[in-house]
């Protein structure tokens, strides 16, 4: 049987050894499966990452959640329901101030650490490249109250200041918190608006009370209006996908390289050797994904794209993402530091946000934003949960959770399980390893025939385990190279 050009071809590595952890420094805690994917579909990609896997290059990895120092707990959210939060709507009104006005902020002071939407990509230990030869064509915010001091009296009532050493002046009120003192009049003046409407006062007429607020505003307005007509600056979000055929991508190659290494070298404090072109090719530039352009699909068809963020035609920021069947998923953000007051991270992630709900308009299923890993050992790491209505996966029944309930259970231990139902298990799980496929000698045959024609030692062990890891579905139709 010949390989068709529909089939992912991945090679399994196993995952017993533990290596540092980009997180909390952990010198050997960290710990995932991990398999090289020569080719892969972005349907059986939509599947793995629904199973906690990620990609980084070619190189996919899954924690192993009981085992490692920080369980990364794969992260979405419902694009179609999302509202900006208060902060998240200040990002977008500091980016509209900085267009009409070309004012840049000193610092991000918004309170959200988002440097890279995704720095979880790269915390793996991925290997540069895979030397195994398939020889298979495959085409195919918390305001601070301030001490309301003491109201000041005038002519007689004034009385000389307490001598030092005294304590507060008696003849004074004590002191209260601004905030008390606005809870007190407001609920003041809903007595005074109940009295008024009992006794028929006109002081305060009933259709004021009643008047119901205004409708909140959209993303999509919130980023129209951040991006005005006569402003100073323009900002472009440029769609380029990552193929070396595709003549936009190659002719801003260089630039966003050269971009990624300042990032690394300012952000990261990476060396030279560290964020060479070769390895911005190799992590951001490199994709397993095989692109697919379906009737039923959005306009610009799946697999992995540059967002490319123009400043007057200057490429200030790059999101990296993989639009898939059910999501866009978030690979990796790199910016110019000399503008990290704009807080790019949160700005691109409302604009992936509004990009997903954008093709969910013509593709229905398609109505999610991963956004990765979300730490909660990791403090740093838990701004992805600002980001609602999001869902946590279980890492057993690999069912999607609301993140409400599964903080409180984070709180009390870095690893749970939150699925509920205590009889629940892995619906996907091993059912039939025979029918497993396996790719052996440029054939594609089910497990059962190749254990037969197999010599030396059994491999049973390590593809039952592969299998278990993709679940059985993804194992029936991707193939696991065997040399």
């Known amino acids: 049987m010949a390989a068709s050009s529909t089939y992912s071809i991945v090679e399994y590595f196993g995952g017993e050894d533990g290596y ?28 793995l990452i629904d199973r906690g896997w990620r990609r980084s290059g070619k190189y996919i990895y899954k924690p192993i959640m009981n ?7 794969t992260i979405r959210c419902d694009s179609t329901n999302f509202h900006p939060s208060k902060p998240q709507k200040k990002i977008l009104k500091k980016m509209s101030k900085y267009l009409c006005k070309g004012e840049l902020p000193k610092s991000p002071s918004d309170g959200e650490l988002m440097d890279s939407l995704c720095e979880d990509a790269g915390s793996c230990d991925a290997p540069a490249t895979c030397r195994s030869e398939v020889s298979v064509s495959v085409e195919g915010p918390v305001e601070t109250a301030k001490s309301a001091g003491p109201e000041k009296k005038t002519g007689r009532e004034q009385t000389a200041p307490p001598k030092p050493g005294l304590g507060a002046d008696p003849s004074r ?21 109940q009295s008024g409407r009992e006794a028929g006062s006109a002081s305060f007429p009933q259709t004021e009370a009643a008047r119901p607020p205004p409708p909140s505003k959209t993303i999509e307005e919130l980023i129209a209006e951040s991006l005005p007509a006569d402003a100073v600056y323009k900002l472009e979000v440029r769609l380029v996908p990552v193929c070396f055929d595709d003549p936009e991508f190659t002719a801003t190659y260089s630039q966003s390289a050269a971009l990624y290494a300042k990032y690394q070298t300012a952000i990261h404090k990476d060396s030279p050797s560290e964020c060479s072109e070769s390895q911005f090719r190799r992590f951001l530039c490199d994709s397993p994904l095989e692109p697919e352009n379906p009737s039923d699909g959005p306009d610009c068809g799946y697999g992995s794209f540059h967002q490319q963020y123009c400043l007057n035609g200057k490429i200030i920021a790059v999101g990296v993402i993989d639009i898939l069947p059910a999501c866009v998923s978030s690979v990796y953000l790199y910016y110019d530091p000399d503008y990290s007051g704009m807080s790019l991270g949160v700005y691109s992630a409302l604009r992936e946000l509004t990009f997903t709900r954008q093709l969910h308009e013509k593709a229905p299923r398609l109505r999610y934003y991963y956004m990765g890993f979300y730490i909660h050992s990791c403090p740093k790491m838990r701004y992805k949960g600002q980001y609602r209505p999001s869902d946590l996966l279980c890492p057993e029944t690999y069912v999607w959770v609301p993140i409400e309930r599964c903080l409180p259970k984070l709180d009390l231990t870095r690893y749970s399980r939150f699925n509920e139902t205590p009889e629940a298990v892995d619906v996907s799980r091993v059912k039939e390893l025979g029918k497993v496929l396996v790719l052996h000698k440029r054939t594609v045959m089910p497990y059962l025939l190749y254990a037969r024609k197999r010599t030396g030692p059994s491999d049973e062990e390590t593809v039952l385990q592969y299998a278990g890891l993709v679940g059985q579905q993804c194992a029936e139709r991707m193939l696991l190279y065997r040399a």
């Open 20 to 47: 540092k952890c980009g997180y909390c420094k952990n010198e050997n805690g960290n710990f995932s499966h991990g398999m090289w994917s020569h080719a892969l579909t972005v349907q059986d990609y939509q599947d």
């Open 67 to 73: 085992q490692t120092c920080c369980p990364q707990y």
């Open 173 to 193: 009120p004590p002191c209260r918190k601004a905030k008390e003192v606005r809870k007190e009049r407001k609920l003041q003046k809903e007595l005074q608006k």
